[in-house]
Nanobody
Framework: QVQLVESGGGLVQAGGSLRLSCAAS????????MGWFRQAPGKEREFVAA????????YYADSMKSRFTISRENNNNTVYLQMNSLKPEDTAVYYC?????????????????WGRGTRVTVSS
């Protein structure tokens, strides 16, 4: 199975930037994509971005596309989420996840492996 470990979260002022990392280990040869989701207190988990195994296709939530960038290392299983122009409403726990299907890339239920999350807090 796949194990995912996120890092890079922390406290940042509005307008600042953070770079999240997700390191994957275990069986990764069957995965289609790696994705980032976030969940704020009292809210449902929402899609942020995803990238295919090859890195040739990326997906973004419309509200984040202009500020966030997902990328993948060419020679390893590390995925990054560069977050710029952060807003207080970006405050959430950010999760890395892996899916074996392209059926519904923006749907949390389609992801079969999850990391434990990294917390991002954006102050006003």
């Amino acid at each position: 199975q796949v194990q995912l470990v996120e890092s890079g979260g922390g406290l940042v002022q509005a307008g600042g930037s953070l770079r999240l990392s997700c390191a994957a280990s275990g069986r990764t040869n069957t995965q289609y994509a790696m994705g980032w989701f976030r969940q704020a207190p009292g809210k449902e988990r929402e899609f942020v971005a995803a990238i295919s195994w090859t890195g040739r296709r990326t997906y973004y939530a419309d509200s984040m596309k202009s500020r966030f960038t997902i990328s993948r290392e060419n020679n390893n299983n590390t995925v990054y989420l560069q977050m710029n122009s952060l807003k207080p409403e970006d405050t959430a726990v950010y999760y890395c996840a892996s899916t074996d299907t392209s059926r519904s890339i923006r749907t949390p239920a389609e992801y079969n492996y999850w990391g434990r999350g990294t917390r991002v807090t954006v102050s006003s």
